[in-house]
């Protein structure tokens, strides 16, 4: 003992500590807390029992279906009048997509029915005559050539993932644009080239077979004159009487489509003004526009939602290294696009290989859980 101890006053010795084992209780708690959950979810029938259950009487019996295999994708609760701007459903006004029963078929049939061939010949409604041959116009009932001339949707899964793909440059090679013909399912929409040959042709066989088409529209790129797209291109400097007559030349270059596509253009879509005149003049002939994907700085998805025109750009250039490996790859991160954002637009030439590799990839694109669709399908995503 301590002389300190023996000095110190009668009950004021130093106090000790108790040292108490943290360490055991805290496991002792973990362990009751494991245990608790294992019992749980070993004796009750539903370990998520608390959240909202919603019970579906299902109309059919399919074979080999249990119900580990269904899943709830949404649920929508209805609070009120007011659903909030997202859950309103789209009204008429809303969407600015095709309207398919506007479709004049050459077979005769409704939309509904399966689609074997499209139109060869410029339908009436939407075509008047230039100087320089069929513009596109809205009919005096509204019918758009974007409405006369695209692709119905037979089969529209609302919940799978849907990818459209518009190969550019047909008209430029003769073997290239028969190739993609032959070998292309009709889903796969065409890009015309305006200074291609035989156009009348190619428009024929490739909508004989189905296949939704596309102009070119030549449009101003940066690097201007050194990279000149052709003699009618548009550029951001030319006067509005003139832009209009270089518009008038090139949309009578081909008829039966449902809307242009740049060939090049980082200026002219990057000059608000410039793109913002274009698409005045686009939508009075009730035409849509795919912006290709080629720049980051385009202005195009703007100016489209003020203008309230048809819209579609391109998520994904597939061949910009033309080879096989590459555009797989690019083909894989396509899909993953299309199935993180319900839809995806691809664009590519029609280059032998890209031809074969996309021959390749359509054969089980459907037995991946992927649908594909015309581009005019994918305006109001």
């Not at 101890?5 to 360490?23: W, Y």
């Not at 156009?199 to 449009?219: I, N, S, V, Y």
């Not at 890209?354 to 859980?369: I, P």
């Amino acid at each position: 003992m301590s002389s300190e101890d023996l000095t110190a006053p009668l009950g004021m010795g130093k106090r000790r500590l108790v040292k108490l084992p943290f360490g055991l209780i805290g496991a002792g708690i973990l362990s009751v807390v494991f245990t608790t959950t294992f019992i749980w979810i070993a004796v009750v029938d539903d370990p998520l029992g608390g959240e909202p259950v919603a019970v579906l009487p299902l109309e059919a019996v399919v074979e080999g279906v249990t119900s580990q295999d269904i899943e709830v994708v949404e649920i929508r609760p209805a609070i009120g009048d007011d659903l909030g701007p997202n859950l309103r459903p789209q009204s008429a006004e809303d969407l600015l997509g095709p309207r398919y029963e506007m479709i004049e078929r050459p077979d005769g049939l409704g939309p509904d029915a399966p689609v074997t061939g499209l139109s060869v010949n410029p339908d009436s409604r939407v075509s008047e005559r230039s100087d320089y041959g069929f513009l596109p116009k809205i009919s005096d009932a509204g019918v758009r050539p974007l409405d006369a001339y695209s692709r119905p949707i037979v089969r529209e899964f609302t919940s799978i993932p849907k990818i459209a793909v518009v190969l550019t440059g047909l008209g430029l090679s003769e073997t290239g644009t028969q190739n993609a013909i032959r070998r292309l399912p009709s889903d796969i929409t065409f890009a015309l080239a305006p200074y291609g040959g035989d156009l009348d042709l190619w428009m024929q066989q490739a909508r004989g077979k189905g296949h939704e088409l596309l102009l070119q529209l030549p449009l101003e790129p940066f690097d201007f004159p050194d990279n000149d797209p052709g003699p009618h291109t548009l550029l951001v400097s030319l006067r509005p009487a003139e832009m209009l007559d270089r518009l008038a030349y090139l949309l009578t270059r081909v008829t039966n489509y449902v809307g242009v596509i740049p060939e090049m253009g980082t200026r002219f879509t990057s000059t608000k003004p410039s793109m913002e005149y274009l698409f005045e003049k686009l939508k009075s002939r009730g035409l849509m526009f795919v912006d290709n994907g080629s720049s980051s700085r385009s202005l195009s998805p703007e100016v489209a939602a003020d203008k309230r025109i048809p819209f579609s750009g391109v998520d994904v250039v597939l061949d910009e290294v033309p080879k096989e490996d590459s555009i797989d790859a690019k083909l894989l991160q396509l899909e993953g696009v299309a199935r993180s954002r319900g839809v995806a637009v691809a664009a590519a030439s029609a280059l032998p290989v890209t031809v074969r590799q996309l021959e390749k990839w359509v054969r089980d694109l459907e037995e991946r859980g992927i649908q594909l669709v015309p581009v005019s399908a994918t305006i109001d995503r």
